[in-house]
């Protein structure tokens, strides 16, 4: 198992809540990454982060926010959440480096599952 | 886009016998790395292989690479029924950024009857 932990596991919410999606990591991991994937369907990214203070948009289009203040956590926040929302919200770190040997494998968080009622 | 692309889209074997998954990618790589993700968890991360090689073991696992072709396959070698997953590759390479990048394909759902 990976070192790298997501709360709740499981939400279940109403329409306009505001909710934040914890994603922590003990490797000491540069790289983070939030993916959404629907049950049974491909990754997307959504997220990602080369170290503190850097965020990037992923290539699918998500309403969320995130922030990486301390190299361990990156969480995500949606400030008004919808059904369109509802979707399993996973987390992943890599060790990052740079140049021909970079492998970027990915250590992935066990998932939030949000329904948005 | 470097995205992988798995085929089948779904398998289903009996207990015992030999699985192949396949993968077809469009750009050049660094490396092509196989993830397994059990219903509901997060995605695990199972063996690499660089653009340098062409094959790999790791237990009753089996990869192949030809960079010629674009394509990999990876052999899950005398089934079992805790092999039921998907299975997803990932291409390693640098984007058209210049920024070096993991993706992945859509998954193959393997399912091992007892």
């Known amino acids: 198992e990976a070192d790298i932990y997501q709360t709740p596991r499981y939400l279940v919410i109403g329409t306009g809540k505001k909710i934040t999606l914890e994603c922590s990591q003990t490797?000491?991991?540069?790289?983070m990454y939030w993916y959404q994937q629907d049950p049974g369907m491909e990754l997307h990214l959504i997220h990602y982060?080369?170290?503190?203070?850097?965020?990037e948009k992923g290539d699918l289009s998500s309403e969320s926010t995130v922030s990486r203040i301390r190299t361990e956590h990156f969480p995500l926040t949606l400030e008004s959440a919808r059904p369109s929302h509802t979707s399993q919200y996973l987390c992943?770190?890599?060790?990052?480096?740079?140049?021909?040997?970079?492998?970027?494998?990915?250590?992935f968080g066990p998932g939030t599952r949000l329904t948005v009622l | 886009s470097q995205q992988g692309e798995e085929d089948p889209q779904a398998l289903s074997i009996q207990e015992g016998e030999n699985a192949t998954m396949n993968c077809s990618y469009k750009?050049?790589?660094?490396?092509l790395q196989w993830y397994r993700q059990n219903s509901g968890r997060g995605l695990v991360h199972l063996i690499l292989?660089?653009?340098?090689?062409r094959e790999k073991h790791s237990g009753r696992l089996r990869v192949t690479l030809d960079t010629s072709k674009k394509s990999s396959s990876l052999l899950i070698t005398a089934s079992r029924a805790a092999d039921t997953a998907s299975y997803f590759c990932?291409?390693?390479?640098?984007?058209?950024?210049?920024?070096?990048?993991?993706?992945f394909g859509k998954g193959t759902k393997l399912s091992v009857i007892p």
């Open positions: 992943a770190s890599s060790e990052g480096g740079f140049g021909g040997l970079s492998t970027d494998t990915q250590y």
């Open positions: 490797m000491g991991h540069d790289k």
């Open positions: 982060s080369y170290g503190v203070n850097s965020t």
């Open positions: 750009t050049s790589i660094n490396n």
């Open positions: 292989i660089r653009s340098n090689e």
């Open positions: 990932a291409t390693g390479g640098y984007s058209g950024a210049g920024s070096y990048q993991l993706t």
